[in-house]
């Protein structure tokens, strides 16, 4: 935390130096002491002051100054810094002004000039007015600050992006809060590019892309060495399930996350059904975990980096990175996991990140206090969110597709005990309709054809998952839905008798694919992206182990 500032403003060089010294000799210790010439000069620094989110603890001025006087400054001043301690040093002739002054800016104090000796007429005074702001002073939060607004999507994006890092930061509304805005405006001042992003000590981002931010935030986006062992695609249980057994065996092991580590279970609030948690763990306790015993195995994760493309050059398996750069590796693991369905009506797009968020969008749950909110869907992933958003929202109803919610039992028991949560079964999303943010939906009851209208504050959307093999869909072979077909699953004429049996069309090796290993050899996937997963927590890190293993048998063989 930066010091706090005693501001002194004098256009008189030689009391200001005088006053300087003075005040330094006694306060140096504790306060950074700020003296400057004009009223003028000052406000334009207090500015920068608070996007560096600095403080004020006293404005020490003098009244008598030719482009602004004392009072004036103290009237915009404190504008900025309310809190801060007000003295003005005054000659016998300003009496007057400084009487009027009390009732006007509020000031603490006014001191006549010469204030010679200090310990006698200065340091008695501001002790007492210093010991008093300390004690009642609440001082700015020290870190990364976003200020933004509900309905920008890069601003959701953004929060979200810090939140699954746990990266701390305080967020500023800018439609709520006009300080926020004032910051915003300092700087850009069209408030056309949100969020600002404010580090501390000064620096600012606009509207960053995600790689831009994690970089500024000290996280790893670019790989060390341009060859590994091991690469893995995706973060999630499977991927850093896998990455701990292979940095544990000493391989080099390189993890590549297009967003944040964690995947979908780093979304989840409280994961009830993984093995030796008996009261439940949160997705972001669970990833905090794996991530830190990664690392500690020595295994690279960089964030905000996705990869586009795999290919195969020799022995090699290459990854070319959103950022065009490539990295090979002798055995590569597919483990992007899976995604929800976006909505395809109508205004759903424009609607994204401003009130319309997919999956656990829990950096807005917030947001939503005593207000009324959707859940769309009906499996584990939308019971949980349902549950969660009923600590805060005023009420939560839950559009389910069927007759019944399609999750686990424990948790559809939550959902009927809870006062909150009402579920429109039989239900089906219509229309979604907002001008800059979302403000009704409409929906139909499939069995009796009716038609309602609800206001809506948000919507967490939680259906079907689809997955993430985008980046092999030319290389190996998937089911008809996009799943990763791996061991058995590639073996033609499977159900006839073993003499039939035939690898995939293109396989070169006198083995059969290894169970996890996909119709390229060398090319393992594990998780929700493989085709016959069960879309669990413990299935995704148990596949990532035993993908490890058979990935250690691969290159033993090379
Ligand atoms: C809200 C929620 C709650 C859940 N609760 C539970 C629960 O209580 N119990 C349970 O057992 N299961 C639960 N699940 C399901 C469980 O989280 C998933 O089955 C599990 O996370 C799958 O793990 P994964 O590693 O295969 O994939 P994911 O968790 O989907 O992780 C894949 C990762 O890969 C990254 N990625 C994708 N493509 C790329 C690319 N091209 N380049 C770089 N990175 C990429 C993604 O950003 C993601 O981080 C829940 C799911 C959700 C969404």
Same mark, same amino acid.
């Given at each position: 935390?930066?010091k706090?500032?005693?501001?002194?403003?004098?256009?008189d060089a030689s009391?200001?130096?005088s006053?300087e010294?003075?005040?330094?000799?006694?306060?140096?210790?504790?306060?950074r002491i700020?003296?400057?010439?004009?009223g003028k000069?000052?406000?334009d620094?207090?500015?920068?002051?608070q996007?560096r989110?600095?403080?004020?603890?006293?404005?020490? #001025?003098?009244?008598?100054?030719p482009e602004?006087?004392?009072?004036?400054?103290l009237?915009?001043?404190i504008?900025?810094y309310p809190?801060?301690?007000?003295?003005?040093?005054?000659? %016998?002739?300003d !009496?007057q002004?400084?009487?009027?002054?009390?009732?006007?800016?509020?000031?603490?104090y006014y001191?006549?000039k010469?204030?010679?000796?200090?310990?006698?007429?200065? %340091?008695?005074?501001l002790?007492?007015?210093?010991?008093?702001w300390?004690?009642?002073v609440?001082?700015p939060y020290e870190?990364?600050?976003?200020?933004?607004?509900?309905?920008s999507?890069s601003?959701?994006?953004v929060?979200?992006?810090?939140?699954r890092?746990?990266?701390p930061?305080?967020?500023?509304d800018?439609?709520?809060?006009?300080?926020?805005r004032?910051?915003?405006?300092?700087i850009?001042?069209? #408030? !056309?590019?949100l969020?600002?992003?404010?580090?501390?000590?000064?620096d600012?981002?606009?509207?960053?892309?995600?790689?831009?931010?994690?970089?500024?935030?000290?996280l790893?986006?670019r790989?060390?060495?341009?060859?590994?062992?091991i690469v893995?695609?995706?973060?999630?249980?499977?991927?850093?399930?896998?990455?701990?057994?292979a940095g544990?065996?000493?391989?080099?092991c390189?993890?590549?996350?297009?967003?944040a580590?964690?995947?979908?279970?780093g979304s989840?609030? +409280?994961?009830e059904?993984?093995?030796?948690?008996?009261t439940?763990?949160?997705?972001?306790?669970?990833?905090?975990?794996?991530?830190?015993?990664?690392?500690?195995?020595g295994?690279?994760?960089l964030?905000a980096?996705?990869? +586009?493309?795999?290919f195969? +050059?020799?022995?090699y398996?290459?990854?070319?990175?959103?950022?065009e750069?490539?990295?090979s590796?002798h055995?590569?693991?597919?483990?992007t996991?899976?995604?929800f369905h976006?909505?395809?009506?109508?205004?759903?797009?424009?609607l994204?990140?401003?009130?319309?968020? =997919?999956?656990?969008?829990?950096t807005?749950?917030?947001? =939503?206090?005593?207000?009324d909110?959707?859940?769309?869907?009906?499996a584990?992933?939308?019971?949980?969110g349902?549950?969660?958003?009923?600590?805060?929202?005023?009420k939560v109803?839950?559009?389910?597709?069927?007759?019944?919610?399609?999750?686990?039992k424990?948790?559809?028991?939550?959902?009927e005990?809870?006062q909150?949560?009402?579920?429109?079964r039989?239900?089906d999303l219509?229309?979604?309709k907002?001008?800059n943010?979302l403000e009704?939906?409409?929906?139909?009851?499939?069995?009796?054809a009716?038609?309602?209208?609800?206001?809506?504050s948000?919507?967490?959307?939680f259906i079907?998952?689809?997955?993430?093999?985008?980046l092999?869909a030319?290389?190996?072979k998937?089911?008809?839905?996009?799943?990763?077909? !791996?061991?058995?699953?590639?073996?033609?004429? +499977?159900r006839?008798?073993?003499v039939?049996r035939?690898?995939?069309q293109g396989?070169t090796?006198?083995?059969?694919p290894?169970?996890l290993?996909?119709?390229?050899p060398?090319i393992f996937?594990?998780?929700d992206?493989r085709?016959g997963?069960?879309h669990?927590?413990?299935?995704?890190?148990?596949e990532?182990?035993?993908?490890?293993?058979?990935?250690?048998?691969?290159?033993?063989?090379?």
């Amino acid at each position: 935390m930066p010091k706090p500032v005693i501001f002194t403003i004098d256009d008189d060089a030689s009391v200001l130096n005088s006053v300087e010294r003075d005040l330094r000799a006694h306060y140096g210790r504790d306060y950074r002491i700020l003296p400057i010439d004009s009223g003028k000069a000052a406000l334009d620094y207090l500015k920068k002051m608070q996007q560096r989110n600095e403080t004020v603890a006293l404005f020490l #001025v003098d009244q008598r100054m030719p482009e602004m006087s004392g009072v004036e400054f103290l009237e915009e001043g404190i504008k900025a810094y309310p809190q801060a301690k007000r003295v003005l040093l005054t000659a %016998y002739a300003d !009496t007057q002004a400084a009487i009027d002054s009390i009732n006007e800016v509020g000031l603490d104090y006014y001191l006549m000039k010469p204030w010679h000796p200090p310990e006698e007429r200065l %340091y008695p005074v501001l002790d007492e007015l210093l010991e008093d702001w300390r004690v009642h002073v609440r001082l700015p939060y020290e870190g990364i600050r976003v200020a933004g607004t509900l309905w920008s999507l890069s601003s959701h994006q953004v929060k979200d992006f810090l939140t699954r890092h746990q990266i701390p930061y305080q967020w500023l509304d800018i439609e709520k809060d006009p300080d926020a805005r004032q910051l915003v405006e300092a700087i850009n001042s069209e #408030v !056309t590019k949100l969020p600002v992003v404010f580090f501390p000590g000064g620096d600012t981002l606009l509207q960053p892309d995600l790689i831009e931010l994690a970089e500024k935030v000290g996280l790893q986006t670019r790989a060390a060495l341009p060859f590994y062992d091991i690469v893995v695609v995706g973060s999630g249980p499977a991927g850093l399930a896998a990455a701990v057994y292979a940095g544990s065996e000493g391989y080099r092991c390189l993890v590549i996350e297009r967003a944040a580590p964690g995947g979908q279970a780093g979304s989840s609030p +409280k994961i009830e059904n993984y093995l030796g948690f008996p009261t439940g763990i949160s997705g972001d306790d669970l990833t905090r975990r794996a991530v830190s015993q990664a690392k500690r195995f020595g295994v690279e994760i960089l964030s905000a980096q996705e990869a +586009k493309q795999v290919f195969v +050059k020799d022995a090699y398996r290459m990854i070319q990175l959103s950022d065009e750069t490539e990295i090979s590796c002798h055995a590569l693991l597919i483990a992007t996991g899976a995604s929800f369905h976006t909505l395809r009506m109508p205004g759903a797009v424009e609607l994204t990140g401003a009130g319309i968020y =997919y999956g656990a969008a829990y950096t807005e749950a917030m947001n =939503y206090k005593d207000k009324d909110v959707f859940v769309v869907g009906g499996a584990n992933s939308a019971a949980q969110g349902a549950i969660y958003l009923s600590q805060f929202a005023r009420k939560v109803r839950v559009l389910i597709r069927g007759p019944q919610p399609t999750a686990s039992k424990y948790l559809i028991d939550a959902l009927e005990q809870n006062q909150k949560i009402e579920l429109l079964r039989n239900t089906d999303l219509i229309e979604v309709k907002g001008k800059n943010t979302l403000e009704q939906i409409i929906v139909k009851n499939t069995a009796s054809a009716e038609m309602q209208t609800f206001d809506a504050s948000a919507m967490f959307v939680f259906i079907g998952v689809r997955p993430q093999s985008q980046l092999v869909a030319d290389l190996v072979k998937c089911d008809e839905k996009g799943y990763i077909l !791996t061991g058995a699953e590639l073996i033609v004429d +499977k159900r006839s008798s073993p003499v039939d049996r035939k690898p995939p069309q293109g396989w070169t090796l006198e083995r059969d694919p290894f169970l996890l290993e996909t119709s390229v050899p060398g090319i393992f996937a594990a998780g929700d992206v493989r085709f016959g997963t069960s879309h669990r927590v413990a299935s995704a890190v148990g596949e990532g182990a035993i993908a490890f293993a058979l990935m250690k048998e691969y290159l033993k063989a090379l």
